[in-house]
T-cell receptor, first 111, second 112 residues
Framework: GEDVEQSLFLSVREGDSSVINCTYT??????LYWYKQEPGAGLQLLTY?????DMKQDQRLTVLLNKKDKHLSLRIADTQTGDSAIYFC???????????FGQGTELSVKP | NAGVTQTPKFQVLKTGQSMTLQCAQD?????MYWYRQDPGMGLRLIYY???????DKGEVPNGYNVSRLNKREFSLRLESAAPSQTSVYFC???????????FGPGTRLTVT
């Protein structure tokens, strides 16, 4: 995932908000995604945003997209210990519907 | 509706051995993908199949072959396993309308 960058670690306290950031490179990407991976499990799609949107909210999750800066963020409100996981952002490529993933951000939620 | 299934869940191989990782989806998706996941590197695309009968290389295809047996099944073969192929392998299929990928549970492969 050289084209998509994320910070590797984030630690927050239970009840706080978490913000996970991502930068991407392909301005022609149509969709941008956030996936969650719990230990030993596969990837679970959390949410996605179409490239012509600036913001999408889904319960505790808020996605912000800044196309000019190619910056995507995921905000988790009222973070719980069950939110501890690795979060991947991904951009879609028109060719073959491929996804390009970031390295993943490990979120640690402390009680 | 089982989604995307993968077998086996775990496998240990010796260098030079061969094996096939199986993947199947029951969502009638046209496109299927194989990724590998290594620590600190996210997921990297090995091969993909945009439709039944077609396959294309992804980012890291060397050492692998694939077969799109039918619309449901997409297998990944290691002809001569190497320690560098120790990884977790994920299969995925896509709901084309929103490019939404569904992932299998993964196969954890160790090559000694």
């Amino acid at each position: 995932g050289e084209d998509v960058e994320q910070s590797l670690f984030l630690s927050v306290r239970e009840g706080d908000s978490s913000v996970i950031n991502c930068t991407y490179t392909d301005s022609s990407s149509t969709y941008l995604y956030w996936y969650k991976q719990e230990p030993g499990a596969g990837l679970q799609l959390l949410t996605y945003i179409f490239s012509n949107m600036d913001m999408k909210q889904d319960q505790r999750l808020t996605v912000l997209l800044n196309k000019k800066d190619k910056h995507l963020s995921l905000r988790i409100a009222d973070t719980q210990t069950g939110d501890s996981a690795i979060y991947f952002c991904a951009e879609s490529r028109v060719e073959g519907g491929k996804l390009i993933f970031g390295q993943g951000t490990e979120l640690s939620v402390k009680p | 509706n089982a989604g995307v299934t993968q077998t086996p869940k775990f496998q240990v191989l010796k260098t030079g051995q061969s094996m096939t990782l199986q993947c199947a989806q029951d969502m009638n998706h046209n496109s299927m993908y194989w990724y590998r996941q290594d620590p600190g590197m996210g997921l990297r695309l090995i091969y993909y199949s945009a439709s039944e009968g077609t396959t294309d290389k992804g980012e890291v295809p060397n050492g692998y072959n694939v077969s799109r047996l039918n619309k449901r099944e997409f297998s990944l073969r290691l002809e001569s396993a190497a320690p560098s192929q120790t990884s977790v392998y994920f299969c995925a299929s896509i709901r084309q309308e929103v490019a939404e990928q569904y992932f299998g549970p993964g196969t954890r492969l160790t090559v000694t």
